[in-house]
């Protein structure tokens, strides 16, 4: 059977470049590891932000702007993170280009800055020197607020989405009296990236506590959302860190409590990024491109007028501007349902596979006979082909497909999330012995998932000796999920002594 | 009388920066010429965007997102925007920072960058290149996309709002097939800007062609948003540039005609900026503060609960958690109302006056004895004061105050925009003669506004004089207003030939 890409998921890696490239979403810039986000990405992008905000917001968080540059001396307080994030950043040095005398340009050596500024990689450190500056008292807290930045991480190799120089994201950053309160923040968050990726995004997760040697630099406790791609590699979607202390200390964060006495506070930080449209693309694509999850389609339903150069052209193109003010008036999730008339200067079919590509939810095809019979004719990017391999494109009452439209995009949404959540669970297996893992992560076996395992939490060079012979096998530890009640069962399948809990291990991106 | 404030607006520049400290809107950063811009300026800042973002849309453009990073080679392409951009940018030069063995961190001199990249000062160069990929054919003409992204100049003398190193903004960049669309399109956008700073920012401005001195680096025409401060000087709050072909020309964006022939096309750049937050803080703001006009506050009414840890606070609590569901369930300006209730353990006279200085339009105050009369007390920002001079604070029945909220809303956001625009009508005087226009703008002047008048729309060295002479007296040309029609009237104010046009001359921020 043929389909719309030029490769398909056998070479995944390749099939992962084509979706992006066919699909309009994003390109090289000719800046190196930074990307152009195209219309239908950004578009994504947008619906995500919009939809995360609303819960950054309802759970009390106020958006704020922070400064994109960090003098170098910020970075030198606290001892952990510099560790972690000092090594690949980008560096300002100068204020000025002049003439280089042979045509171009060049930084002015006269306009070289007294202290170098880091284009921000996080802002932990930025964000706690105000922080420092706005928690006096008890009644100062918590202080709750997230922005919306690009940040930069010079990473020597990048992939589209999934590791860019620059990327978009939101960072939270809160204080709070107590580590409890902290803590409690840090799972709440945790439970919204949860909620948000599986709601919205239609992409199963699995939330837990990373092991200590994945934690983010200075953190206490680090969480994940882990999804599963359809190679069976996890993809860290979004993290959220219970930083204790540390950062008050480096960064002076201080209150008087009701008693009077002077306390640190205890912070946390998380954020999601553009990296989980890379997420998207690879749980819900097909060897036709991308299936946009109905809740951030940029646009839901197109409606691909068929025009032919015919006087009857124009009473389609009527017809059509009509069905589109129609579905506009819908509601789907909450929202006026988003249908483009796409009336660009191009063949039927072009728009029809260009779409398919983007994986617009519902595409709509209306020609001569469908107006003369009042129907629309339906492609749903779910159910593409028919049992016998031709595309599936069902006509359809047009009254009857506009009264069912929220029905029908909610069903694809919900679609999307069932087949994912089914590959996920079948992905996830029991691992008890060490011979078993290796095995399971044999070079030959194909999307061999992930392995659920009982593990002792090593830490110091126990932990260092797992990690070693992990990473030997190309694995990971994934996280430890949440809410594991009673016993973990066998022992740890690498010390053999008593296990503390189950851990997720897989390769990842 | 005695205000919130602790400076009047007679020291204009003190006044400002202290209703930025006062209202909680941005602060320093610590960063050289950066700012934070803290929850309430940064709401703000959202409003603008959701509301300009509407109109981009509508109008037919799409957003996407291209890289922070420019190298260095793409500034060299365009002659004049070299000139008038490569001055003051923040030079990125190395990848990666190392312990400097004093217990710092330096720039690893081995990660030095093979070419420079500079950090956007505005996208032209690095958009047009995607531009020249992504246009081949007039099918693919006109291109209209915006990014909302930050952007660095690197500023020697920098105040909050009005000019930070980095700034917010918005930049659209298009292109089209001819000049005529160009230009269709520069105007147009500056007509969304209009209307945007008028209807939703309650700005009333001026929109006119900048004179040849005042173009933007690279472009063939040049159009602004001119608004009067309270202290008389000029603050341009949007441009819309016409770039004819100069950067089609430099960056190869060529496109095969309908003939076949291959053209050069034209595009256009435009954007408004945070820079706008700084011209709402100076047409509306009073010595008690900010007055934010309604459809930009981030919340609109602000419900003050009167406790004294009394066992009555309970009911008032649940009486104003009804009322803020009531207000919620109002529209105004075609959204829901933002009601915010303040339950900070802070005094509610403290309260109060905190939200009378960041401008909430409404603030409602509820003690016992509104809720036994089923009544709330309702302080107006745009009224602070009865004709006594004490604080005008009006009984009003509850579900009254609600079904009318809207209304008094849209009256509020009506009267501070009747309010300046009376205030810019009466700041514009046209003069006919240089003395009179020395006389006008003479030291001892207070707020002398702007001057109208007539001139031949000099070039080269004649218009490089005008400059000269208007500069001496810190003047420079605003604008020449649209919609000029008929003779521009009396001979050219500077050189005596007949006169082309009438432009408007004052001092700006």
Redesign the interface.
């Known amino acids: 059977m043929k389909h719309a890409l030029p490769v398909s998921r056998d070479d995944f890696a390749a099939w992962y470049q084509s979706v992006i490239t066919e699909a309009d979403m994003a390109?090289e810039?000719?800046?190196r590891g930074?990307?152009?986000?195209?219309?239908w990405g950004?578009?994504m992008?947008?619906r995500m932000q919009r939809l995360l905000d609303d819960r950054i917001k309802a759970t009390g968080h106020?958006?704020?702007?922070?400064?994109?540059?960090?003098?170098?001396?910020y970075?030198?307080k606290e001892a952990e993170h510099?560790e972690g994030f000092?090594?690949?950043?980008?560096?300002?040095?100068?204020?000025?280009?002049i003439a280089d005398g042979k045509?171009?340009?060049?930084?002015d050596p006269e306009a070289k800055l007294e202290e170098?500024?880091?284009?921000r990689p996080t802002s932990e450190t930025?964000i706690g020197?105000?922080f420092a500056?706005w928690v006096q008292s008890w009644?100062d807290l918590p202080v709750l607020?997230n922005q919306w930045?690009?940040v930069?991480r010079?990473e020597m190799r990048t992939r589209m989405f999934l590791r860019t120089?620059?990327f978009?994201w939101q960072e939270g950053h809160t204080a709070h009296a107590t580590a409890e309160e902290a803590r409690e923040e840090t799972l709440r968050m945790l439970e919204e990236y949860r909620a948000f990726a599986e709601d919205c995004l239609a992409l199963p997760v699995i939330a837990g506590e990373k092991p200590e040697n994945e934690r983010f630099p200075g953190a206490v406790a680090t969480f994940s959302i882990e999804a599963m791609m359809q190679d069976g590699k996890a993809l860290q979607a979004g993290t959220s860190h219970f930083l204790g202390t540390n950062f008050a200390h480096a960064q002076n964060i201080r209150f008087q409590n009701a008693e009077g006495q002077l306390e640190y506070a205890n912070t946390t930080s998380w954020g999601v990024s553009t990296r989980m449209i890379g997420g998207v693309i690879m749980v819900h694509g097909d060897d036709d491109g991308l299936r946009a999850p109905p809740r951030i389609a940029p646009w839901q339903v197109v409606i691909v007028p068929m025009l032919r150069d015919a006087p009857e052209d124009e009473t389609i193109v009527i017809y059509c501007k009509a069905l589109q003010k129609e579905l506009a008036a819908q509601s789907a999730f909450g929202e006026p349902v988003r249908a483009l008339l796409d009336l660009?200067?191009?063949k039927a079919a072009t728009k029809r596979w260009g779409w398919v590509k983007k994986g617009a939810p519902l595409i709509l095809e209306v020609g001569g006979r469908d107006m003369a019979g009042g129907n629309v004719s339906v492609i749903r990017r779910d159910r593409l082909y028919r049992a016998d391999g031709k595309l599936d494109s069902a006509v359809v009452a047009k009254d009857d497909f506009v009264a069912g439209v929220a029905e029908t995009l909610a069903e694809i949404q919900q679609g999307l999330f069932d087949e994912a959540k089914a590959r996920l669970t079948a992905g996830i297996r029991p691992v008890n012995e060490w011979n078993d893992l290796a095995a399971m992560f044999a070079e030959a076996v194909e999307k061999p998932g992930w392995a659920d395992v009982a593990w002792s939490r090593p830490t110091g060079a126990a932990l260092d000796a797992v990690v070693e012979r992990l990473k030997a096998l190309k694995l990971t530890i994934r996280n430890a999920p949440l809410g594991q009640t009673g016993h973990p069962g066998d022992p740890c399948i690498f010390t053999g002594e008593p296990a503390m809990e189950r851990v997720l291990i897989g390769r990842a991106y």
């Open positions: 390109e810039s000719g800046v930074c990307m152009v986000i195209r219309p950004y578009g992008w947008e106020e958006n704020c702007y922070f400064p994109l540059f960090i003098p170098l001396s970075f030198e510099v000092a090594k690949e950043m980008a560096v300002v040095t100068h204020h000025r280009l045509g171009g340009l060049t930084p170098p500024l880091v284009v930025v020197t105000a500056r009644r607020i930045a690009n930069v010079w120089a620059e978009l660009k200067p191009a």
